[in-house]
């Protein structure tokens, strides 16, 4: 039971590259999150899926898409990717309102 | 604008004695509060909590008290231990996304 799995790990990309970054859960829950973390800004919301067939932007969306492929699995794609979105990104589940969310491991994303 | 705010970026407490954590919201529709505890390269992991309807909810060493009229929460860690030393996230929701503080930095010292 791996719970929330985000793949790469660790990615190092030129300005100007795309690339995808993957979660998938095995959880069953509804709710799919995508986070990123910077050093005194804490956890910012990007985008998020209420259920399957919806997203929504959070607080910072711009440069990113996403894709609510199935239940099981939300990417999230930066297109040109710049300096700025050097970052940890986090995905998290979670099954309905006044629960916890579940977070997978991160991606440690560097744009160069 | 910051919905949840946590003031203090770091604190130091010895080992044994009380860890306290604090945490401010400012929106009113926010009814289900959160801590978060995070280690380094690691992903966040649910520590405890509450929901509006109580004032106090208690996990072994862990409890969280929530003070609606004064829009604030906090984590009480007793007794705390070098293992605690992690970044500590308050968290708010009223419905799907949850809503994260900046965290604050514990450090444990023995």
């Known amino acids: 039971n791996a719970g929330v799995t985000q793949t790469p790990k660790f990615q190092v990309l030129k300005t100007g590259q795309s690339m995808t970054l993957q979660c998938a859960q095995d959880?069953?829950?509804?709710?799919m999150y995508w986070y990123r973390q910077d050093p005194g800004m804490g956890l910012r919301l990007i985008y998020y899926?209420?259920?399957?067939?919806?997203?929504d932007k959070g607080e910072v969306p711009n440069g990113y898409n996403v894709s609510r492929l199935n239940k099981r699995e939300f990417s999230l794609r930066l297109e040109s990717a710049a300096p700025s979105q050097t970052s940890v990104y986090f995905c998290?589940?979670?099954?309905?309102?006044?629960?916890?969310?579940?977070f997978g491991q991160g991606t440690r994303l560097t744009v160069v | 604008d910051q919905q949840v705010k946590q003031n203090s970026p770091s604190l130091s407490v010895q080992e044994g004695r009380i860890s306290i954590l604090n945490c401010d919201y400012t929106?009113?529709?926010?009814?289900?509060f959160l801590w978060y505890k995070k280690y380094p390269a690691e992903g966040p992991t649910f520590l405890i909590s509450i929901s509006s309807i109580k004032d106090k909810n208690e996990d072994g060493r862990f409890t969280v008290f929530l003070n609606k009229s004064a829009k604030h929460l906090s984590l009480h860690i007793v007794p705390s231990q070098p293992g605690d030393s992690a970044v500590y996230f308050c968290a708010a929701t009223p419905w799907t996304p949850l809503v994260f503080g900046k965290g604050t930095r514990l450090s444990v010292i023995a």
């Open positions: 899926s209420a259920s399957e067939g919806t997203t």
């Open positions: 998290a589940v979670r099954t309905q309102s006044n629960t916890e969310a579940f």
């Open positions: 959880m069953n829950h509804n709710s």
């Open positions: 929106n009113s529709m926010f009814d289900y």
